[in-house]
């Protein structure tokens, strides 16, 4: 729960690091992508795309009232 008492929106990211940059898939938004060269700019991206992926057609949030908890799983995707 948030501090106001209401239920916050979980979602859970997978981060990437490969080729010197990061990229992030969100599994519960389908097509939801985020891309970055530092973390810094991976999470902006990555919050403008959550945005994107919750706001409807005439530009109304799908989830209003409801604060978003963010979680990360880093991924390796180096070879061993």
Known sequence: MSIDGSQAMELTVN???EEDSYW???PS???CFAAG???????ESLREGIDLCL??????TTSPGHPLQVK???????AA
Request: aromatic share 10%; no cysteine; glycine share 6%.
């Open 15 to 17: 981060v990437h690091f």
């Open 24 to 26: 992030a898939d969100v």
């Open 29 to 31: 938004l389908p097509g």
């Open 37 to 43: 060269d530092t973390l810094d700019e991976l999470f």
């Open 55 to 60: 706001t409807d057609e005439e530009g109304r």
């Open 72 to 78: 990360f799983a880093v991924l390796s995707d180096a």
